[in-house]
């Protein structure tokens, strides 16, 4: 079954796509784990969308698509922002013990790359697509 919601690219938006993470839950048999995923791929991949993708003069829309195959989660993010792919993106710092002297940024990303089985990301220069696409099995 899948499950798919096109938003525009702005900060209002962020709600409409956490709703949407509710009638997904809903909707298919996902494991507590692959229910945060999904919900952590929203709120920072998409975050980051509207806030680094987009410039506040032309803002275009964010696309999401979750299915479930068997016990399979595959969450795909489109945008037409500015290209990113953040399996390129080096881990945060974490060697510090005090949190106040760490770096501030990537954490979100670390953790989606982390917690996810698998991440592959495609830009295509033609029609200024990216793609993000997060697998997580049970």
Known sequence: MSQHIEVPG???????LMAFADSVEAAQPLSPDQCYLLRLVIEEIATNIVKYG????????????????????RISIRDR????DLR???????????????????LGLFF??????????????????????VIKGP
Do not use: K, M
Request: glycine share 6%; aromatic share 6%; charged share 30%.
């Open 88 to 106: 390129d993106h080096p881990d945060p710092d974490l060697s510090s013990d005090v949190i106040e002297e760490r770096p501030i940024g990537g």
């Open 10 to 16: 702005e900060w209002a938006s962020i709600a409409t």
């Open 54 to 73: 987009y410039a506040d003069t032309h803002r275009d829309t964010i696309q999401l698509t979750c299915s479930c195959e068997g016990e399979t989660l």
């Open 112 to 133: 989606v790359r982390e917690l996810a089985d698998h991440v592959d990301y495609q830009h295509d220069p033609a029609s200024r697509w990216n793609e993000l696409t």
């Open 81 to 84: 922002g500015q290209p990113f």
